[in-house]
């Protein structure tokens, strides 16, 4: 799991919810060179991490906030979105932004809910 590199905590519960914060593309501390595939990949690593340790797994949540800094790349995250998440659709927001820290080009915040699958969350 990726330490924090401000004063906040990657992952809290509220009830039956999980609350991430936003995820760039951090491993060992240090931002993943090779742009946005090798950002995004990492960061659902980090999404993965900080979930399985809750018990829960990508198909947990139920929404997401993408944040990009060139919205021209917005095609390209769908495609590596798409590959992570499989059929499983949680709600949605991507904006556009002016920056990132540490010069990430993307960055991921999550809700997950315990007891919701691919199945439920339509229900949800």
Do not use: C
Request: hydrophobic share 45%; no cysteine.
């Amino acid at each position: 799991m990726a330490k924090p590199i401000g004063p906040y905590s990657p992952i809290l519960q509220a009830g039956e919810w999980f609350i991430t914060s936003g995820q760039i593309g951090l491993h060992d501390g240090e931002l993943v060179s090779g742009g946005l595939e090798a950002e995004l990949t990492q960061i659902f690593q980090n999404l993965k991490a900080l979930l399985a340790v809750e018990g829960l797994t990508l198909q947990s949540i139920v929404k997401t906030t993408v944040f990009l800094v060139d919205i021209d790349d917005y095609q390209l995250m769908n495609t590596i979105y798409i590959q992570e998440f499989g059929s499983h659709r949680p709600t949605r927001s991507a904006v556009a932004v002016a920056a990132l820290p540490l010069g990430a080009v993307v960055e991921i915040e999550a809700w997950a809910r315990i007891g919701i699958d691919d199945q439920t969350a339509s229900n949800a």
